[in-house]
């Protein structure tokens, strides 16, 4: 029910153009909100709902930022196994 609910709000919502860079995601982007899920290809424009083009952002800032700060231990440490 609440999925139903997401994708009938997603729907009301403005929309806006975006393009998801194919940088370290592959061919899609997957992501969900309340129970309502996305395969989304990768390198071609769309029309999204506002929300779910900034849960993309979001994503893709996280992704940056994670690589940022583990960057420096790439190489470094002990391999187990």
Known sequence: RIASQTGAALKKEKKVKLTISPDNLGEYWEGGINGH??????????????????LISQSARVKMEAK???AA???NGKKIG
């Open 37 to 54: 899920f996305f395969r989304i290809r990768t390198g071609e424009e769309l029309e999204l709902p506002t929300s779910l083009a900034e």
């Open 73 to 75: 231990y790439k190489g």
């Open 68 to 70: 940022k700060l583990t």
